[in-house]
């Protein structure tokens, strides 16, 4: 007769995420993030302006993280900006700016987190 049962820990399972497929992830998202802050009575100039930002600071943190042995700011960071600022772009034009959808309008146009932007009442 057994009076304590056999209690084993199961393994724990754990994904890991290279750095690079988190920034890329976070690209994705970047237009979204733009649309919460920036409402569209902001103009696309400052809306992307925004956008060039964020994405270099994406890469930069991405490069900084990510142990390659080359200077966080090189030749390869550029590069890797510049396509993450396309991806961004891209998702912006193509997805959320599409007619009939453009987020940017319908996420609750009036209200943003930006100064100058009007406040919910």
Do not use: C
């Not at 920036?38 to 400052?46: D, L, N």
């Amino acid at each position: 007769m057994y009076l304590l049962a056999d209690v084993t820990p199961s393994p724990v399972t754990s994904v890991t995420l290279s750095p690079h497929i988190v920034s890329f992830v976070i690209t994705l998202l970047l237009p979204v993030l733009i649309a919460l802050i920036y409402k569209a009575q902001v103009s696309a100039t400052i809306r992307g302006v925004t956008l060039m930002v964020l994405t270099a600071v994406n890469v930069l943190i991405t490069n900084a993280v990510v142990d390659t042995g080359q200077a966080i700011i090189s030749r390869e960071t550029f590069t890797q900006w510049i396509l993450q600022l396309a991806i961004a772009i891209a998702m912006y034009l193509g997805v959320y700016r599409l007619p009939g959808v453009d987020v940017n309008n319908k996420v609750a146009p009036k209200v943003g987190f930006a100064p100058g932007v009007a406040k919910a009442a």
